[in-house]
């Protein structure tokens, strides 16, 4: 059954289940600190409103005969999902935006480390980090590169895609990209490369030698 999937769909797949690692990382790290039972109860509202988390190999999970909905369903989920923890965990003050910012960065930290990732090329590590940040589907293509020198990249993303879930989950996006920014640098950090994340107001990034 595999047959009837390509090297993207594994690649989409691979970015749900690094946003599932997120979430599990996070509620874990709650869970530490003594708040085991209202972290549960976060946890079985989220599934119970927006689905369970997918587990396992993808051809032997996939709806091989909608592939397409079904990566878009499990993108959702997860979307949603973490919105809704990460929002109801600040809310009701379990934990510290700069504690799940310190998660972030640590699961991007194990991400490079796993992968042996070592590179100075801004592009390249553009690249790397879209491989494993979600960003909707591949058709959205909502990152345009600005600029691009040996130094510096840039680009502008034409569309939030995330906000809608954060609306949802009554939550504050800019909690997402502060916590997105905090991995990106993570990455960028035990990449070995010496450059750093920016993000402006105005939906501009930047990746910039120091």
């Given at each position: ?120 090329n801004p592009k390249e590590l553009f690249n790397l980090i879209f491989d494993n940040i979600l960003e909707g589907m591949p058709c959205d293509r909502v990152n345009e590169i600005i600029v691009d020198t040996d130094n510096f990249i840039s680009w502008k993303t034409s569309i939030c895609l995330h906000k809608d879930y954060w609306d949802e989950a009554s939550g ?39």
């Open positions: 059954m595999s047959a009837f999937l390509g090297k993207i769909h594994y690649w989409l797949y691979n970015k749900i289940q690094l946003q599932e690692k997120l979430i599990s990382d996070v509620t874990m790290f709650a869970k530490s600190k003594g708040n085991k039972i209202e972290i549960d109860a976060i946890i079985d509202n989220s599934t119970r409103k927006y689905g369970q988390p997918v587990t396992g190999e993808l051809e032997n999970q996939i709806d091989h005969s909608n592939i397409h909905g079904w990566l878009q369903g499990k993108i959702n989920s997860v979307e949603f999902r973490l919105a809704y923890v990460i929002t109801e965990i600040l809310k009701r003050n379990l934990l510290k935006k700069e504690d799940i910012a310190t998660v972030f960065k640590e699961n991007a930290v194990l991400v490079v480390r796993e992968s042996g990732i070592n590179t100075n504050d996006i800019e909690n997402y990209y502060d916590l997105r920014s905090a991995w990106i640098n993570g990455f960028l950090s035990e990449s070995k490369s010496s450059f750093v994340y920016e993000r402006t107001k105005d939906a501009v990034s930047t990746i910039k030698r120091v």
